[in-house]
């Protein structure tokens, strides 16, 4: 299991190396992040052991089940996943340090709200559907910039720029589309000039797409499937699951 790992990891290490010097970038330019929804904390420390350093949730149960196992092996926490408004103290509670997949209004207003009363900041990413799929999470890339405004009023929440799941498809030029509009989107907000903005952050690829979005400007890719293993369950258990359900 660990060799397993530790193999993977150095595979991704290189596809990331390589698709950094094809685009003329420097390879410590873009950070690689675990995505480890199902992945037992057993794993994924063998993965904090041995070099990396960021590791990221889809679900707060999966986060509240590993977090005795994993507080004592240094390590940061991004959340990936749809977040429900119910489970915002938890993501303070178990020390996630960025939500990537901040979509809507409502949502950036209620972290506010917990975060200034603790006192404390956030760092965000706001997450665009840059697919159009209608069963992906994320704002419509033509309100995305509107969102980003009214978010940035927020003093709490620090935002580092935008994330997106993108296309699935074989057809790589599908796939570069989404990512180039995140692209587009990033050098939009930087136009505008946004106080308490910062655009710096494109997270963006993941297992079968890493090098497209590398090329296209990535600064963290997000990766499960290649370092761990297939998982048992379809993503669309993690990326529509609550779009059907009373919370809008
Ligand atoms: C699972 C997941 C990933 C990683 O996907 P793989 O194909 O397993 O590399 C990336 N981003 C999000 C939001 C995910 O849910």
Known sequence: MKNNILYNLSIINERIKKACEKSGRNSDEVRLLLAVKTVSADRIKIALENGQTLIAENKVQELKEKYEDLKNTPHENH????LQSNK?????KYDVTCVQSLDRLELA???HQKLLAENRTMDVLIQV???NEESKFGVDPSKAIELTKKISRFSTLKIK???TIG???AETDKVRECFKI???????IICENIPNVEMKELSMGMSGDLETAIEEGATIVRVGTAVFGAR???DSYYWDEGKTNNEA
């Open 109 to 111: 207003e209620k972290i």
């Open 79 to 82: 959340f990936i996943g749809h």
């Open 129 to 131: 559907n840059t697919s």
């Open 182 to 188: 995140l692209k587009n989107i990033q050098q939009d």
């Open 232 to 234: 048992i369950y379809p």
């Open 167 to 169: 296309l699935f498809s």
């Open 161 to 163: 720029g935008l994330m």
């Open 88 to 92: 915002i103290k938890d993501i303070l």
